[in-house]
């Protein structure tokens, strides 16, 4: 086990050459602040910035200051399915309707390979209602137990509005995202990580979720495969494998070929498995009972776990901006394995 950490605990110069000085003070701040407690959420949040004059900067400059920075081998497959996702309808909904989603995961064995806490088998399921403005209702089964939550707005591209001024071309927003992920071992899997979350956030316009799709054929980690999700629907598999900082463990992306919306995703390690499927989405005019009773619609953050209704921390803050003295220089494909 020991062992195990040591090869995957990222080095102080790996740390220095993935993020910027700022980045990684933000690292350390939220280590000191005890951050890592564990708060029930929708989803891992990702801060990110918009802002246009940037994003007119990075069309000027982006040919020039990443040459050869043309994609992978999985580039082909996932360009064409960006395009096929941009040039869908968008699935609206009004500030008195919701977007309902169904989803189930599953969990199986330990959390890693390293950890001492007991494999467990979890299957929770999710009934998801989405508000126009980032709120969330969501009513839970956890393995057989009810959970009710209402979660505020998350960062950025997680409400409809602020996610509809993200860049719509790949490199640039690759080069966005590289300014502000936060949390992963690389940047290569901190991008990929906010991809998923994007994808998953329901709030991205179509050209902003093919413009997604087209910054999974840049990640270098990236592969695709062309086969059928868990619940046997076709899909086009994304995963990212890095054996230096993750050993045995991939995580994947389920699209739909036909939409380029999100089928699922997981993470397979060596002992244990964590997998989503999202089985319905259709809009709806009002919420129900179950959740309208325990939770209410008053907006404000809390759960109802136990029988019982608790507040829970629910102000992602301002959304962050760009620090200006942030800079992002690709790095070359990793070497293959031999």
């Given amino acids: 086990m020991v062992d195990l950490i040591s090869r995957t605990r990222p080095s102080d110069e790996a740390l220095a050459h993935e993020w910027t000085p700022e980045q990684r003070r933000l690292l350390l701040d939220d280590v000191m ?13 990702w801060p990110v910035a918009v802002a246009a004059s940037l994003a007119a900067a990075l069309m000027l400059v982006v040919p020039v200051a990443v040459p050869g920075w043309l994609g992978t081998a999985a580039a082909g497959d996932l360009n064409d399915l960006a395009r096929v996702a941009a040039a869908q309808t968008a699935l609206e909904w009004g500030d008195t ?21 007991p494999a467990v088998d979890r299957r929770v399921t999710h009934d998801d209602y989405y508000a126009t403005d ?6 839970r089964t956890v393995n057989g137990r ?7 707005p998350g ?42 979350d994007m994808l998953r956030a ?35 598999k994304v ?4 054996e ?11 699209l739909d070929p036909s939409t380029g919306l999100l089928l699922g995703n997981g993470t397979q390690w060596n002992s244990g498995s964590y997998q989503s499927a999202i089985l319905r989405r259709e809009v709806v005019d009002a919420l129900p009972e179950s959740l309208t009773g325990t939770v209410g619609t008053h907006r404000v953050a809390k759960e109802y776990t136990g029988g019982k209704v608790r507040l829970m921390p629910g102000d992602a803050g301002p959304d962050p901006v760009v620090v200006p003295e942030q800079t992002y220089t690709p790095r070359p494909a990793p070497e293959p394995t031999r």
Avoid at 97 to 117: C, H, I, M, N, Y
């Fill in 244 to 254: 230096a900082a993750r050993p045995g463990q991939e995580q994947f992306l389920y």
């Fill in 202 to 236: 329901e709030a991205a316009p179509p050209d902003v979720r093919g413009a997604a799709i087209g910054v999974l054929g840049l990640n270098p980690r990236v592969s695709v495969e062309h086969t059928d999700d868990p619940q046997r629907r076709p899909a086009l």
């Fill in 97 to 117: 309707q919701f977007l309902r989603v169904q989803s189930v995961e599953t969990q199986t064995g330990a959390p890693d390979a390293a950890s001492q806490t």
């Fill in 33 to 45: 602040a005890g951050r890592a407690r564990r708060v029930p959420t929708k989803r891992r949040a």
């Fill in 146 to 152: 009810v959970e009710r939550y209402l979660f505020s």
């Fill in 155 to 196: 960062w950025g591209w997680q409400r409809p509005d602020y996610a509809a001024t993200l860049p719509t071309e790949p490199h640039l927003l690759d080069a966005f995202l590289r300014l502000r992920v936060l949390g992963s071992t690389s940047q290569d899997e901190a991008v990929f990580i906010a991809i998923g």
């Fill in 134 to 139: 980032g709120w969330q209702w969501s009513d």
């Fill in 239 to 242: 995963t990212f494998v890095d």
